[in-house]
């Protein structure tokens, strides 16, 4: 059981530049989100997806994309990347939106972005 | 302004002695409480979580305390550990949305 799978886990990219960050999850989760973490600052949420096919905003959405066309798979795009989106990102799944139950939330391991 | 407040920012403790953590919330309505432990390149990773109605949650050498009234949690770590250095995050959920404080990060040296 591989949990929630992040790639790449380092990656630096040139202002302008785009990519998209994966996420997998193999424990039938319906809630996944992505949240970037910053010095000082405790997670902030950037997407996030109830089910396939559902996404909506969270706190800091503006530069980002998501999608959700399977249970197991949640990309963020960045779509023209910027140095303020230099973070740390990390994707997590729930059985539910409050990350309720003994588990709670399962993170990734995360991937340190860099933008130049 | 961040609706959890936690301190220190950080410690330093010998290995083998205690140390607390304190977490304050102004979250309303409230729902749970949640301490995640997070390892340097790892992600979070729950470690107890508290209702309204429970004042106090063990998870082997961490026990958690909650009081709602004041709105007030604490996170005591008994013993420590290296494996005890590491960033703890307290989450704070009402019936919506959750919100995490910056965290306290813990070093535990010999």
């Known amino acids: 059981n591989a949990g929630v799978t992040q790639t790449p886990k380092f990656q630096v990219l040139k202002t302008g530049q785009s990519m998209t960050l994966q996420c997998a999850q193999d424990?039938?989760?319906?809630?996944m989100s992505w949240y970037r973490q910053d010095p000082g600052m405790g997670l902030r949420l950037i997407h996030y997806?109830?089910?396939?096919?559902?996404?909506d905003q969270g706190e800091v959405p503006n530069g980002y994309n998501v999608s959700r066309s399977t249970t197991e798979d949640f990309p963020l795009r960045l779509l023209s990347a910027a140095p303020s989106q230099t973070s740390v990102y990390f994707c997590?799944?729930?059985?539910?939106?409050?990350?309720?139950?003994?588990?709670?939330?399962?993170f990734g391991s995360g991937t340190r972005l860099t933008v130049v | 302004k961040n609706q959890v407040e936690q301190s220190p920012q950080s410690l330093i403790i010998l290995e083998g002695k205690n140390c607390t953590l304190q977490?304050?919330?102004?979250?309303?309505?409230?729902?749970?409480l949640r301490w995640y432990k997070q390892d340097t390149g790892r992600g979070p990773v729950s470690l107890t979580i508290?209702?309204?109605?429970?004042n106090t949650k063990s998870n082997g050498r961490y026990t958690a305390t909650l009081d709602a009234d004041t709105k007030q949690s604490s996170l005591h770590i008994t013993a420590s550990q290296l494996s005890d250095s590491a960033s703890y995050i307290c989450?704070?959920?009402?019936?919506?949305?959750?919100?995490f404080g910056a965290g306290t990060t813990v070093t535990v040296r010999a």
């Open positions: 997590a799944s729930s059985y539910s939106n409050l990350g309720t139950g003994e588990y709670g939330y399962t």
């Open positions: 977490c304050n919330y102004t979250v309303s309505p409230f729902s749970n």
């Open positions: 508290m209702t309204f109605s429970e």
């Open positions: 997806s109830v089910g396939a096919g559902i996404t």
């Open positions: 424990m039938n989760h319906e809630y």
């Open positions: 989450v704070v959920s009402n019936d919506y949305k959750l919100s």
